[in-house]
């Protein structure tokens, strides 16, 4: 029987949830819900989600209750989904797909240690989405928007066109390919270089065409990352055609890291470089950039959390030559 999906299961309501929760709610005969418990769920189901000016009031459903649905996409922070994998578990039934549209190379790893691999179907995202106040705001027809596709062959099975007929006529855009972890590393080399060196001085991306040093640092971090891809298999030039394709931003563009430490959030560090970092150890490649990039932005989350805000009656530091 031809597989088809009827109800859709979106967990984490951000700038990436937004998009997906945008383009599927005029789906017709799809049942659309956001996963959510206790104090988030009360204000999801009074505030509704606000996306390009419009509040949007999908199903809300807590883990039990949206048990079994066709379609789970998993669209969290890093740093929330350790908390949230028996919630994920508690969802997944017999015949539900899984899609991670969460940065980084390793959500589906996480993921696959509550619930069986055979779930999950590779995917990334590229939606320049970000927050002003309570609403999520982003340009639908510059978005790339998502990518996704078997791990291996067969690369056209049932459930990728399942998911491309959900995702017809919806006004997302997307795109199936044959070598989606080449793309999703593709998509984290580009984070790593870009979204991290500009977080560090909190300055727009035109600070990489504009300062030999950025580009010197930028460039640090990717012979980083390709090393530890290539130990791992990864062949990163099989998608060299379509991974590099994108949105022109302007030099004043501050990308999610950037926008997280001006909001005096934390920051998805652990999930770039810590990442790096523990790979690079795992594989014996030494990652200095990274070393050096996880710590500095740990610290600038620190400055932002008021490690750092000392008064006159502090305790003297001494320091001896």
């Known amino acids: 029987m031809y597989m088809k999906i009827k109800s859709v299961a ?8 937004s998009y997906v929760i945008w383009g599927l709610s005029e789906k017709k005969d799809i049942s659309l819900s956001v996963i959510a418990k206790g104090e988030r769920a009360e204000r999801l189901k009074a505030e509704g989600c606000l996306i390009n000016g419009k509040t949007y009031h999908p199903e809300v459903l807590t883990p039990e209750e949206a048990k079994g649905v066709d379609l789970l996409i998993v669209s969290l922070k890093y740093g929330a989904l350790a908390g ?3 919630d994920i578990k508690e969802v997944v039934s017999e015949n539900t797909i899984v899609m991670s549209l969460m940065n980084g190379v390793d959500s589906e790893e996480i993921i696959s240690t509550k619930i069986d691999k055979s779930h999950i179907i590779y995917s990334l995202i ?4 970000h927050r002003e106040e309570k609403e999520y705001v982003f340009n639908p027809e ?3 928007g998502i990518i ?3 791990e291996a062959a067969p690369f056209e099975s049932e459930r990728v066109a399942a998911i491309r007929d959900l995702f017809d006529g919806t006004g997302l ?3 199936v ?3 989606i972890k080449e793309e999703i590393w593709s998509k984290y080399r580009l984070n790593i270089c870009n979204n991290l060196p500009q977080a560090i001085i909190g300055a727009g991306v035109g600070c990489y065409t504009d300062s030999e040093h950025m580009k010197a640092i930028s460039e640090g971090l990717r012979k980083e990352v390709e090393a530890v891809a290539l130990a791992k298999g990864i062949d990163m030039s099989r998608c060299a055609g379509t991974s590099s394709r994108g949105s022109a931003v302007p030099p004043t563009a501050r990308y999610s890291t950037l926008q997280d430490i001006d909001a005096g959030r934390h920051t998805e ?3 770039f470089s810590g990442t790096m970092m523990r790979m690079g150890k795992e594989l014996g490649i030494a990652t200095p950039y990274n070393e050096y990039t996880y710590h500095i932005i740990k610290a600038l989350e620190e400055k932002n959390d008021g490690v750092f805000d000392y008064d006159e009656n502090s305790e003297a530091v001494t320091y001896s030559k």
């Open 148 to 150: 996704y596709g078997e």
């Open 142 to 144: 510059t978005t790339i």
């Open 84 to 86: 949230a994998l028996d």
């Open 173 to 175: 855009n997307y795109r």
């Open 126 to 129: 590229k939606v320049a989405s």
């Open 177 to 179: 390919t044959d070598c």
């Open 10 to 17: 979106v967990f984490g309501a951000g700038a990436v949830g």
């Open 269 to 271: 560090i652990d999930m």
